[in-house]
C-alpha cells in the first residue's frame, strides 16, 4: 500500500505560478511510475503529465512548455511545476503512482484555482 499526499494548490492570477508536491509513504518510490492528473467540475479526470522510474516524461498537449514535472527518488516526492497558467488549468490535481499497470494509488488531491 502506498499513501500519497499532495500540497501546494490554491487561489492564482491568470498568467502566474504554483508547485504541486506528493510525497509518497514507500521506500520504493523509485520504482514506480509516476502522474498528476486533474479533474475539472463535470469533466472527466484526465492526465496532466507522468515520469517514468527513468525519469522519462510525457504531458497532456494543453500544458507543454508550461508545466514541469520532476521526482526526487531520495525524498519520495513528485513535483509539478506550472507557469503561465490559464482559467482552464483550474481542477482538482491528484497524484497518482502505478506498477506494472496493476498497482495503482491516488492522493486526496488538492485544489488548482486559476482567477483574477
Known amino acids: 500500500q502506498v499513501q500519497l499526499v499532495e500540497s501546494g494548490g490554491g487561489l492564482v492570477q491568470p498568467g502566474g505560478s504554483l508547485r504541486l508536491s506528493c510525497a509518497a509513504s514507500t521506500s520504493n518510490f523509485n520504482i514506480y511510475t509516476m502522474g498528476w492528473y486533474r479533474q475539472a467540475p463535470g469533466k472527466q479526470r484526465e492526465l496532466v503529465a507522468t515520469?517514468?522510474?527513468?525519469?522519462?516524461?510525457n504531458y497532456a498537449d494543453s500544458v507543454k512548455g508550461r508545466f514541469t514535472i520532476s521526482r526526487d527518488n531520495a525524498k519520495n516526492t513528485l513535483s509539478l511545476q506550472m507557469n503561465s497558467l490559464k482559467p482552464e488549468d483550474t481542477a482538482v490535481y491528484y497524484c497518482?503512482?502505478?506498477?506494472?499497470?496493476?498497482?495503482?494509488?491516488w492522493g486526496q488531491g488538492t485544489q488548482v484555482t486559476v482567477s483574477s
Open positions: 515520469i517514468s522510474s527513468s525519469a522519462s516524461t
Open positions: 497518482r503512482a502505478s506498477r506494472l499497470g496493476v498497482f495503482v494509488y
